[in-house]
Each structure stands twice: as structure tokens, then as C-alpha cells.
């Protein structure tokens, strides 16, 4: 069965630091993994698709990584800021004939100023 | 300039009651979605159509039906509605299958 996992399921830090969150999915075999936010009584924004052959993606203070054999990705948040706070999820696609993601549980993360 | 809008975005009703849910994305994009999110915050994909063609259905009551009239639109009208049908329900667009998805704001959905 195809999962995803996210830890932790929450996570509060003060302004300034760095932090990962953690996702990691059952089945290797993956077409893409997707990074999302979603603020409280919102949508999802995409922040970064890393595609199965890529190492890893940045944008801005975000980069992603992607380690398919071990079943893990990390979302890496330099100097935290206040406005940073949200539920992330990460969500994979396996691709094929029936394209669609397959989500974590999310993170919260809470930065506090 | 909004890219995938749904309305409402609130829809309070009675159970028993048949509703439909509008979703249009003006990106030009040949794929849509429908996402259910679920009172633990937890998403799961309903349906996703490609080019007006039904494309996933993950085992979702039939008492929920997607209309796709043009690749613009995918409009979700749910009959008979029960207490556990009330959730989020979020509609997405991507180019095509397996780039970036683009989320709408969601619809509120709370059956009485």
C-alpha cells in the first residue's frame, strides 16, 4: 500500500532558527514529490516538485530533497520567519495511467516572533 | 487574477439534501481535480479528469458525480448528502499529469 508519513506532526520554533520536516513514503517508485503550505482556512500552494530524477530543489530560503531509496524527503527552512507559519504537506505522485498525488499528514509548524 | 476559483466557498445544508460544487481554472491547463479534505485535515483524491475525460475515480460513493462541460470546468454535484460527506473540498488544476498542481481556496462543506 502506498503511504506517506510526515514527522513532526508538529513543530514550534523560535524566529531566526533553521529546521527540516521529515516525509517519507512505502513505495520507492515514485514519478514526483510534491511540497506544499497550506495557511489555516486556505488552499495548498505549491512550493517545490522535485521530479524522481532530481537530487533536490530550491527556492529562495526552501530547498528540498529527495532520496528515493530510502523512502524520504526533506523540506529544509533557513532563518524562520513568522510569516513561515502553516501546515506543510508533502505529497507524491507514482505517475502512470492514473496520475494523482498521495498526501502526508502534514506538519504544523509554528514559528514563534 | 484568481487561477482555480470554486464557489461557494461555504455551503451549509440538511442531509438528504442534493448540492453541486463549481470549480474553473483559467490557466489553460488540460487536467483537474477533485480533493477531499477531511476533519483530521487529512487529503484524498476523488476524481481527476484529463482533457473532459474521467481519468480517477478512488472509490467514491456514486452519489457523488463529477461534470467536466469543458477542459475549463469541473463542477461536483453530490445527491443525497450524508453527515460524513461534510469536509473541505478542494478542486486543482495541472498542465498535465504529473507537473505542479494549483489548488483552489476550497469549499466548506457542513451537512445538518
Known amino acids: 500500500k502506498q503511504e506517506v508519513t510526515q514527522i513532526p506532526a508538529a513543530l514550534s520554533v523560535p524566529e531566526g532558527e533553521n529546521l527540516v520536516l521529515n516525509c517519507s513514503f512505502t513505495d520507492s517508485a515514485i514519478y514526483n514529490l510534491q511540497w506544499f503550505r497550506q495557511d489555516p482556512g486556505k488552499g495548498l500552494t505549491s512550493l517545490l516538485l522535485i521530479q524522481s530524477s532530481q537530487r533536490e530543489q530550491t527556492s529562495g530560503r526552501l530547498n528540498a530533497s529527495l532520496d528515493k531509496s530510502s523512502g524520504r524527503s526533506t523540506l529544509y527552512i533557513a532563518a524562520s520567519q513568522p510569516g513561515d507559519s502553516a501546515t506543510y504537506l508533502c505529497?507524491?505522485?507514482?505517475?502512470?495511467?492514473?496520475?494523482?498525488?498521495?498526501f502526508g499528514t502534514g506538519t504544523l509548524l509554528a514559528v514563534q516572533p | 487574477d484568481t487561477a482555480v476559483s470554486q464557489t461557494p466557498k461555504y455551503l451549509v445544508t440538511q442531509m438528504g439534501n442534493d448540492k453541486s460544487i463549481k470549480c474553473e481554472q483559467n490557466l489553460g491547463h488540460d487536467t483537474m481535480y477533485w480533493y477531499k479534505q477531511d476533519s483530521k485535515k487529512f487529503l484524498k483524491i476523488m476524481f481527476s479528469y484529463n482533457n473532459k475525460e474521467l481519468i480517477i475515480n478512488e472509490t467514491v460513493p456514486n452519489r457523488f458525480s463529477p461534470k467536466s462541460p469543458d477542459k475549463a470546468h469541473l463542477n461536483l454535484h453530490i445527491n443525497s448528502l450524508e453527515l460524513g460527506d461534510s469536509a473541505v473540498y478542494f478542486c486543482?488544476?495541472?498542465?498535465?499529469?504529473?507537473?505542479?498542481?494549483?489548488f483552489g481556496p476550497g469549499t466548506r462543506l457542513l451537512v445538518l
Open positions: 486543482a488544476s495541472s498542465q498535465v499529469y504529473g507537473e505542479t498542481q494549483y
Open positions: 505529497a507524491v505522485d507514482y505517475g502512470g495511467a492514473t496520475n494523482k498525488l498521495i
